[in-house]
């Protein structure tokens, strides 16, 4: 298995407070993707890092924001969290390529439930 | 917008048989689609990945066919196990840069003894 770690597994907490996520990589990959999975959508791209400091936007980037400071570690954080963002968060890395034909390797995920 | 759709009702197959899962794209042609297994509380497992000038790709017990006149891709699993049973994701890419990818909601299969 590709060398990703999700942290916090599960997380629980209130509506107007801010998150982190954090997603530390072992395999020195370029590309590092945040996710979120929800019951009828399939996984939908939140951010990615294309190289330390390089990100760029997904399709649901609003509410969310990034950093990479080691190729390692991608942070994704929620300023100030909304019921709208209770989901399932997945990181995944691909390697340094970055185009299509290259699949992604993904972490086993961050539940994070918003009241 | 561009779309990867699959069959959301779970298919249930015995145990041997052949199962078929069918993923659909819409406004979009991919140049590559990947196949994912996903297991409950688990992130996805790449499984297969075939481009757009390959008619069918194979590994092992899998079979993925790429038909773009029919805008469609099947995944088989032959002499299939209840080690099987997850929910397999179809997912595309355009091939860009950043190689960002569509996925479809995916279709749970249970193999049953």
């Known amino acids: 298995d590709a060398g990703i770690t999700q942290s916090p597994r599960h997380k629980v907490t209130e509506t107007g407070t801010p998150v982190t996520l954090r997603c530390h990589q072992t395999e020195n990959h370029r590309y590092m993707y945040w996710y979120r999975q929800d019951p009828g959508h399939g996984l939908r791209l939140i951010h990615y890092?294309?190289?330390?400091?390089?990100?760029d936007k997904g399709e649901v980037s609003d509410g969310y924001s990034v950093s990479r400071s080691k190729t390692e570690d991608f942070l994704l954080t929620l300023e100030s969290a909304t019921s709208s963002q209770t989901s399932v968060y997945f990181c995944a890395i691909s390697e340094s390529k970055g185009s299509g034909n290259q699949p992604q390797h993904f972490g086993d995920g961050t539940r994070l439930s918003i009241l | 917008s561009q779309k990867i759709e699959q069959n959301s009702e779970a298919l249930n197959i015995q145990e041997g048989k052949t199962a078929t899962l069918t993923c659909n794209y819409t406004n979009y042609s991919p140049a590559y689609l990947q196949w994912y297994r996903q297991d409950p509380g688990r992130g996805p497992v790449f499984l297969l990945l075939?481009?757009?000038?390959?008619k069918e790709k194979r590994k092992e017990r899998l079979k993925v066919t790429f038909d773009t006149t029919l805008k469609q891709s099947l995944f088989h699993i032959t002499a299939s196990q209840p080690a099987d049973s997850a929910t397999y994701l179809c997912?595309?890419?355009?091939?860009?840069?950043?190689?960002?990818?569509?996925f479809g909601t995916g279709t749970q299969l249970k193999v049953e003894l």
């Open positions: 890092s294309y190289g330390v400091k390089d990100t």
């Open positions: 997912v595309g890419s355009d091939g860009g840069g950043g190689n960002k990818l569509t």
């Open positions: 075939i481009r757009e000038n390959e």
